[in-house]
């Protein structure tokens, strides 16, 4: 996944190098749900865009490690911090974030079972 900001497209991902910067950040995926109900509208824009800054990290973290396994050079912008988007960002840009980094978290969580089919007997089974 990739988000948009300001012409610049970088990549975006929920990896195990964000989910801890979550929780050290925020205490939890619980605690920042819980904590994003109750606050004001500066706090919630503080929220979105350090969650942005550490998604944009771990999506370009990611990005290059896929390009050296490759063996390919990374070619895509730096990873910009929570300051850099907050100052490049309107509150409503802001906001227009938040569907993106639920979606994300909730892509980044998803699990995939792959069921085998049932092995056929090979013999007839015998009265």
């Known amino acids: 996944m990739t988000v948009n900001i300001m012409g610049v497209e970088f990549p975006f991902c929920f990896t195990v190098h964000a989910r ?14 819980e904590k994003m109900k109750e606050v004001n509208d500066e706090e919630a824009f503080e929220i979105i865009c350090d969650l942005a800054a550490i998604l944009i990290d771990a999506g370009v973290i990611r ?19 929570a300051e850099k988007i907050k100052e490049l960002l309107t509150p409503g840009e802001a906001m227009d974030l938040q ?18 089919p049932p092995k056929e007997k090979n013999a007839a089974a015998t009265p």
């Open 99 to 116: 569907p993106q980094i639920l979606a994300e978290i909730k892509r980044g969580h998803k699990t995939t079972i792959k069921l085998k």
């Open 20 to 33: 801890k910067a979550v929780d050290e950040k925020f205490g939890g995926l619980q605690e920042f749900g």
């Open 63 to 81: 990005a290059r490690g896929e390009c050296e396994l490759l063996g390919r050079k990374y070619d895509g912008p730096a990873a910009i911090d």
